[in-house]
């Protein structure tokens, strides 16, 4: 089956650095995505990697290892704003999403 | 604005009841999606449409439909709402089917009892 694992809560300091990590077991890829989501709002789009490597864009990077099936979201200069849920998405073959159930971070002063 | 409205924000529905939710987009993007997110549980697609006139199923279908007659609008249905639908339903669309940015609308929030 398809599987998508990530943490279900992490905490850590305005000011510090959180990495996210998200592994993957899909029917084929066509790239994964993180979406950062505030509570009671909808998903927003934070980035897209399809090849390996790090995508870096401003205070959030990106990671991908396609052969490990493994990604990490990096998070500098932490405010309190990034308290949200990350959701770590994989598409399939079929260009259907596969949406891990979402990391909480919680940000402390 | 341009994005996607959804209406109702927030319902609660006796169980048996037929309900609609809406969404529409003005951002003239091809494919459209439903989706479901559940406490513990990553969002799970109930149908999508690749464009107009066609809709397709995805991972959780059952009790709900869909139908895409323009490109602007993509309602749900529930014919005979039950508990187990009781979630935060969320409508997106992205400018075509594949991989890119998915633009979600506020979701809404429903209750069966």
């Known amino acids: 089956g398809q599987n998508i694992d990530q943490p279900t809560e992490m905490t850590a300091t305005e000011g510090a650095i959180v990495q996210i990590n998200c592994t993957y077991q899909?029917?084929?890829?066509?790239?994964l995505f993180w979406y950062q989501q505030h509570a009671g709002e909808a998903p927003t789009f934070l980035s897209y990697?399809?090849l390996d490597g790090l995508e870096e864009k401003g205070r959030f990077s990106s990671f991908l290892s396609r052969s490990k099936g493994y990604s990490y979201l990096l998070l500098k200069e932490l405010q309190m704003k990034d308290s949200a849920s990350y959701l770590c998405a994989v598409m399939d073959s079929n260009y259907q999403l596969i949406w891990g159930a979402g990391t909480k971070l919680i940000i402390k002063p | 604005i341009a994005g996607i409205t959804q209406a109702p924000t927030s319902q609660i529905l006796a169980a048996g009841r037929r309900m609609t939710l809406r969404c529409t987009q003005d951002?003239?993007?091809?494919?459209m999606y439903w989706y479901r997110q559940d406490l513990g549980l990553g969002l799970r697609l109930i149908h999508y449409s690749n464009t107009a006139g066609t809709t397709g199923k995805g991972e959780v279908p059952d009790g709900y439909s869909v139908s895409r007659a323009n490109t602007d609008d993509f309602p749900l249905t529930l014919a005979s709402a039950v508990p187990s639908q009781t979630s935060v339903y969320f409508c997106?669309?992205?400018?075509?089917?594949?991989?890119?940015?998915?633009?979600f609308g506020e979701g809404s929030r429903l209750t069966v009892l």
């Open positions: 997106a669309s992205s400018p075509d089917r594949g991989p890119g940015e998915l633009f």
């Open positions: 899909t029917s084929g890829f066509n790239g």
């Open positions: 990697n399809v």
């Open positions: 951002m003239r993007h091809n494919a």
